[in-house]
C-alpha cells in the first residue's frame, strides 16, 4: 500500500521549534513535488510549504521566513522545521503531493503551540 506516515508533533512553548518528518512507502514520491499542509480545529486544511522534486521551496506568507522544507529523494523523506512557533501554528500537519491526492492522506501529526 502506498502511503505516507508523519511523525515529530507535539507540545511547544511559542517561540520554540520542531522537525516535523514525513516518509513515504514507495520510491514513486521521490520525483513528485511534495507539500507539508495544516488543519487547525474548525478550519479548512490548507498548503503551508511545497518542494519540488529538485528542491525549489514555496511558502505561505503565514510561515514564510519560519519554517523550512527540505527532501531525501533517496531516503524518501520530506521534513518541516518549524521555529519561532506561535499558536496560531497550533493543527494537525501532513504532507502529500502536491496537488494532494486523497488516497495518500495519513493520520498527521498533531502540532500544539502553547504556554
Known amino acids: 500500500q502506498v502511503q505516507l506516515v508523519e511523525s515529530g508533533g507535539g507540545l511547544v512553548q511559542p517561540g520554540g521549534s520542531l522537525r516535523l518528518s514525513c516518509v513515504g512507502s514507495d520510491s514513486i514520491f521521490s520525483d513528485r513535488t511534495m507539500a507539508w499542509y495544516r488543519q487547525a480545529p474548525g478550519k479548512q486544511r490548507l498548503r503551508v510549504a511545497t518542494i519540488t522534486s529538485r528542491g525549489e521551496t514555496t511558502y505561505s506568507e503565514s510561515v514564510k521566513g519560519r519554517f523550512t522544507i527540505s527532501r531525501d529523494n533517496a531516503k524518501i523523506t520530506v521534513d518541516l522545521q518549524m521555529n519561532s512557533l506561535k499558536p496560531e501554528d497550533t493543527a494537525v500537519y501532513y504532507c502529500?503531493?502536491?496537488?494532494?491526492?486523497?488516497?495518500?492522506w495519513g493520520q498527521g501529526t498533531q502540532v500544539t503551540v502553547s504556554s
Open positions: 502529500n503531493v502536491y496537488p494532494p491526492h486523497a488516497p495518500y
